[in-house]
């Protein structure tokens, strides 16, 4: 486990590293960029990349069993952000080894986890066979319109928490369906080729959320570094989170 400084999360636990681009939003991807440094001072997790006949950034997809049973001894409840440097339904991440990433967290109820993928197809198509216990939260990043159809193949998961992550949010989202989500965090681009968000963008989705009665998360205006333009919206800071009697009632049918 590592303390995470992403405000939405303590902690950060790692059982996959390494991933490919699938859309705009991953352009400027922060993991790869931090894959390449660690690299560079000998991390172990990130000397594969991907391409063995290639000096690459070492951020091939590779599996870690070695920290599978990590969480069973942090002695404080914490909420932990899985594969901060990855995405566990990455198609190159073994079913079984999805399968031991969800037991570890069904067998450490004290832990919240948080997973956030870009591939919820095929967090769909395996949701039937995970067990989803109530300290599993699930999510997709949705940072423009053309990626809409995440949010659609997300409300089929029952997981007892499912978020959107609009973040870095590169487009206005004026039609973001609401019915089955109980979590919106939106968070604009950070690094030396940031992508400027919108303020109206934002606001949007904020009062999409009120609306909708959705807890809404304002992480970050973004920059040349995250911290740059600070995370006040309208003057006030927005950290809305999922209230324990208004999570997993939104909708979806659960197993």
Known sequence: MKKSTIEWTEATWNPVTGCDRVTAGCDNCYALALAKRLKAMGAEKYQNDGNPTT???GFGVTTHPEVLAQPAKWKRPTTVFVNSMS???HAR???PFIHDVFEVMSATPQHTYQILTKRPTRL???AGELPWPENVWI???VEEPKVLDRVAELAQVPAAVRFLSCEPLIA???DLPLDHIDWVIAGGE???RHREMQTEWVRDIRDQCLTADVPFFFKQWGGRTPKQNGRELDGRLWDGYPRA????TRGAARH
């Open 55 to 57: 000096s690459g950034p």
């Open 87 to 89: 995405d566990l339904f």
């Open 93 to 95: 991440v073994p079913k």
């Open 124 to 126: 769909r198509r395996m």
């Open 139 to 141: 999510g997709t990043s």
């Open 172 to 174: 206005a989202l004026p």
């Open 190 to 192: 950070s690094g030396p």
């Open 245 to 248: 009697d208004n999570r997993g």
